[in-house]
């Protein structure tokens, strides 16, 4: 049985300045790898864990997500009268029918959290799930959100993805301590956002998938700005634990940073060599390229 998860939110108001100049006019969530937007992803993976609403936390330069979800009419006439028939399953199918789409603007960029803060009116107070469409995460089985809403489920807390990370890199992830509970969840202890190497208490690093209870929006609320001066969902996060369980989640599969450079190129070169169309002649080039 599918786990009860209605509801999740794509904070997607970032400047995504790691890609300029390609953001000021595409937001990088729709940043292809392969054929369909980092966007896309993230959707499919909200809708294998269960979700019927989508809540997009845009920007007013971001039309272009909002278009993506639209009906295209002229697009999709033209594929009919040709007979295309595939590729209009595929302009129609982005979302499937019981799924719907809301659109909330995040007026100005101060933070993660703010940006999950406006979406509040549309969550009310109930459980929600989060996705940060820049980490692609790629598995064979079931998608990461999907483990852990049924992880949540079992006894109603909270769940946020984690991830070993080098030790000099703590200062780009909140880091959890947090004690083991089983082979894939560990009870958190405390979190903190971007600390230096030296004062970090693990490098177990939150990466972009949570699962919450409502009652974090109101904490939130009240949450001042942190790191870097931005509201941080962390902060709330840190605030949480004194009311509630939240378990640091080891998901199974494979997260590629496409926030970066390098993290969009891995992707779509493992995308490619999934694909049967594309592995071959992928495999060569790569072998070619380094040789
Ligand atoms: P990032 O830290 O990746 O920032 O945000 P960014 O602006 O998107 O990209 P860079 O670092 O400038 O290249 C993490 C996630 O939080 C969202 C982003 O869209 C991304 O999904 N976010 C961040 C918001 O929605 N609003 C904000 O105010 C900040």
Redesign the pocket.
């Known amino acids: 049985m599918k786990p009860r998860l209605r509801k999740v939110v794509f904070?997607?108001?970032?400047?995504?300045?790691?890609?300029l100049p390609a953001s000021k006019v595409v937001a990088?969530?729709m940043l292809p790898v392969l054929d369909k937007p980092l966007i896309q992803y993230a959707v499919d993976e909200a809708v294998d864990a269960g979700a019927d609403t989508l809540i997009f936390?845009t920007n007013r330069y971001k039309h272009a997500i909002a278009d993506y979800f639209d009906t295209a009419f002229e697009l999709e006439q033209r594929l009919e009268r040709a007979g295309k028939h595939d590729l209009l399953a595929l302009v129609r199918n982005v979302v499937p029918k019981h799924v719907r789409c809301v659109f909330v603007t995040?007026a100005e960029?101060?933070?993660?959290g703010?940006?999950v803060l406006c979406a509040r009116p549309v969550i009310g107070d109930e459980p929600f799930g989060v996705i940060?469409?820049?980490d692609l995460i790629w598995n064979r089985g079931h998608g990461a959100l999907r483990q852990m809403a049924e992880f949540a489920a079992k006894d109603d807390v909270g769940a946020i993805a984690v991830e070993e990370v080098p030790r000099e890199q703590t200062q780009k992830y909140g880091i959890v301590d947090a004690e083991k509970a089983d082979a894939r969840a560990a009870l958190v202890r405390h979190v903190v956002e971007k600390p230096k190497p030296d004062v970090a208490p693990s490098n177990l690093a939150i990466v972009?998938r949570y699962v919450l209870p409502g009652r974090i929006l109101e904490l939130l609320e009240t949450t001042k700005p942190g790191a870097g001066g931005?509201i941080q969902l962390t902060d709330a996060i840190a605030a949480l634990l004194g009311t509630g369980k939240v378990y640091a989640y080891r998901f199974e599969g494979t997260r590629f940073d496409c926030?970066s450079k390098l993290g969009l190129v891995k992707a779509t070169l493992h995308f490619a060599l999934q694909d049967p169309a594309l592995a071959e002649a992928t495999r060569a080039f790569v072998a070619a390229a380094a040789s």
Do not use: N, S
């Open positions: 904070p997607v108001a970032g400047l995504g300045t790691r890609f990088k969530e936390v995040q960029a101060l933070g993660l703010h940006a940060l469409p820049d972009g931005e926030g």
